[in-house]
């Protein structure tokens, strides 16, 4: 891949990443309920998330899926499904104050990596509409002439980097609210307000007329 080609690659993939959407939303409030170390693991199983639609697009499957209505309907509404489930549970999360007033501690110790890595996964294809933007954005930058093996490696590489690494600055932006988040009346607003965004999220999904 030449150098040009690299660079619109990595801008394309960097803008569309950095926009706030779901998977930023919960970057920003694992970092800022849980800290950073263990935003790390969710951060994980979303560039997993990503890689994997980025793996199905490059197989063909994308597009067998986008042409599937049936297919795509049925991994549509999972996700939609799982953003209104994440949405609410994140808007009624109940609210732990320790002895020290330090809450981020006692609440991190609760939630599983496991669970931080699903909920991170889960999130990157819980919209399947992330396929066609990968099966429509690869074809540009794989270039039969050359070799495609080692084309494909450095989109990879790339997307799993930008993907983690946007991920981490969210959740390092949220851990800075961590001051604010000592007082009740923050936290209940910010986990009202995630949700509330998720769950908005998605209906929009579910209510947008289908890309087939």
């Given at each position: 891949?030449?150098?040009?080609?690299?660079?619109?690659?990595?801008?394309?993939?960097?803008?569309?990443?950095?926009?706030?959407?779901?998977?930023?939303?919960?970057?920003?409030?694992?970092?800022?309920?849980?800290?950073?170390?263990?935003?790390?693991?969710?951060?994980?199983?979303?560039?997993?998330?990503?890689?994997?639609?980025?793996?199905?697009?490059?197989?063909?499957?994308?597009?067998?899926?986008?042409?599937?209505?049936?297919?795509?309907?049925?991994?549509?509404?999972?996700?939609?499904?799982?953003?209104?489930?994440?949405?609410?549970?994140?808007?009624?999360?109940?609210?732990?104050?320790?002895?020290?007033?330090?809450?981020?501690?006692?609440?991190?110790?609760?939630?599983?990596?496991?669970?931080?890595?699903f909920d991170g996964f889960f999130i990157a294809v819980s919209n399947p509409k992330g396929i066609f933007f990968f099966t429509s954005l690869f074809p540009q930058f794989i270039s039969q002439n050359n070799s495609p093996a080692n084309e494909l490696l450095i989109i990879f590489l790339t997307m799993g980097f930008v993907t983690f690494s946007c991920y981490i600055l969210y959740?390092?932006?949220?851990?800075?609210?961590?001051?604010?988040?000592?007082?009740?009346?923050?936290?209940?607003?910010?986990?009202?307000?995630?949700?509330?965004?998720?769950?908005?999220?998605?209906?929009?999904?579910?209510?947008?007329?289908?890309?087939?």
């Open positions: 891949m030449i150098l040009d080609h690299f660079l619109a690659y990595f801008i394309i993939i960097f803008l569309a990443t950095i926009i706030p959407g779901p998977n930023m939303l919960l970057a920003l409030n694992h970092g800022a309920n849980y800290g950073i170390t263990k935003t790390i693991y969710s951060g994980l199983g979303n560039m997993m998330g990503n890689l994997l639609m980025g793996l199905i697009s490059i197989l063909g499957l994308g597009i067998i899926l986008l042409k599937s209505a049936i297919l795509f309907n049925i991994i549509k509404w999972i996700g939609v499904f799982y953003l209104i489930y994440l949405g609410v549970k994140i808007f009624f999360e109940p609210l732990e104050v320790s002895k020290n007033n330090s809450f981020t501690e006692k609440v991190a110790s609760n939630k599983k990596k496991s669970r931080l890595i959740g390092i932006f949220g851990q800075k609210l961590n001051a604010l988040f000592q007082l009740t009346s923050f936290r209940k607003f910010f986990n009202r307000l995630t949700g509330s965004l998720l769950i908005g999220i998605g209906l929009s999904i579910a209510f947008s007329k289908s890309i087939l």
